[in-house]
């Protein structure tokens, strides 16, 4: 696949000296995304991220493969990812 995010970059008026790489990963590519934001973000390297996940693969398969059809699908996100306060948030008590 093409790596497209200096286009979107582009499009989005975004300025050159803004972080803007590809995660060419697959299905996990969102996770994977979430995971190099909260490391840019902790190690303050950036202040925000914009996290921008899709993927096309519905054109890659033949139209009459039923049994990959099926399988596959188009889909798309975007989120934004900003540094919370200092404050940590208990999301689960792992006390026995």
């Avoid at 902790?42 to 996940?53: G, M």
Wanted: proline residues 2%.
């Amino acid at each position: 696949m093409p790596q497209t995010s200096h286009i979107i970059q582009d499009k989005l008026k975004l300025s050159e000296h803004t972080i803007c790489f590809d995660l060419p990963v697959g299905c996990n590519g969102y996770i994977y995304g979430l995971y190099q934001a909260s490391l840019l973000i902790s190690s303050n390297s950036c202040k925000n991220v914009l996290l921008l996940s899709g993927d096309t693969s519905t054109k890659l398969i033949n139209e009459k493969d039923k049994s990959l059809k099926m399988v596959f699908g188009d889909g798309a996100s975007a989120t934004l990812i900003k540094r919370a306060t200092d404050t940590w948030i208990l999301l689960g008590d792992l006390s026995a």
